[in-house]
C-alpha cells in the first residue's frame, strides 16, 4: 500500500473533481494536511465548488510528483467541518490563507476532508493499484 499521507505531504497541489449537475468540474486545489484517512481542503463559501460539494460529496483528488511516478488519486467523500482548532491548523499549515480569508474564524473560510474510501496509483514500472480503505460509499 503506498503512504498516500506522505505523498500528499510532499505533492499536495493537484486536482479536485466535483459533480456539476450531469458533468464534472475540475479545478487546482491543495492539500492541507491529513489525519488517518482524511485529507483536509479548503475553499470559500462564495465558489461554486462550495455548492457543488454540498449537493454532491462524492471527490476525487488526483496528485503526482515532477516525473508522475506515481500518479495518485483519492476518492471518498467531502464532509465539511467547522471546528475553529481545524481552521487555525490550516492558517499555520498554509499562512497564504491569511491573505485570501484574514482569519480562521471567517465566515466565507470552509474546511473540508475527503473521507478516503480508495486510493489508486498508476506507475509505469508497477500500472494501476487499487487499495480499498473502506467500504464503498452508498
Known amino acids: 500500500m503506498i503512504d498516500y499521507a506522505a505523498s500528499l505531504s510532499k505533492n499536495s497541489k493537484g486536482v479536485l473533481a466535483t459533480q456539476d449537475g450531469q ?3 475540475t479545478r487546482v486545489f491543495d492539500c492541507l ?3 488517518g484517512n482524511k485529507a483536509f481542503f479548503c475553499t470559500s463559501s462564495e465558489k461554486s465548488v462550495y455548492a457543488q460539494l454540498q449537493a454532491n460529496p462524492n471527490v476525487s483528488f488526483c496528485t503526482y ?3 508522475f511516478n506515481p500518479v495518485m488519486s483519492i476518492m471518498g467523500k467531502a464532509v465539511f467541518v467547522d471546528d475553529l482548532a481545524v481552521k487555525t491548523r490550516a492558517f499555520d499549515e498554509k499562512p497564504m490563507l491569511k491573505g485570501r480569508f484574514g482569519a ?3 465566515p466565507a473560510f470552509k474546511v473540508f476532508f475527503v473521507d478516503i474510501a480508495e ?5 509505469i514500472a508497477e500500472g494501476t ?3 480499498m480503505l473502506q ?3 452508498k
Open 65 to 67: 510528483p515532477a516525473n
Open 33 to 35: 494536511f491529513t489525519e
Open 129 to 131: 493499484k487499487s487499495y
Open 135 to 137: 467500504a464503498p460509499h
Open 104 to 106: 480562521p474564524d471567517s
Open 119 to 123: 486510493v489508486t496509483t498508476f506507475s
Open 23 to 25: 458533468g464534472v468540474r
